[in-house]
């Protein structure tokens, strides 16, 4: 299972979901509590100044609910999903 989350409410989640017509679930987090807990949200280069906000990150969890791959910095969103993807492909043929 797939699933996005932000600090944007439900509304503006619908309407992205929408234009953009995504295949998963975006959750809405606006208190930041499950983002810090998984390291998507802290501090943060914007235009040459440190500021606190999102962080692209991903975060594979097993279904015992333990983390089993993250990527704290996601450089490259269009190869992202390819890489993680991958990790994927090769964890099921373990």
Known sequence: MV??????GLASHEKFSSDYRLPFVLLSDPEMKLMRAYGAWGKKQMYGKTVEGT????????????VIKHWPAVKNAQEHPAEVLKFLGERVGQ
């Open 3 to 8: 699933l996005g989350v932000s600090k944007d």
């Open 55 to 66: 962080l692209r990150s991903t975060v594979v969890i097993g279904p015992d609910g333990k």
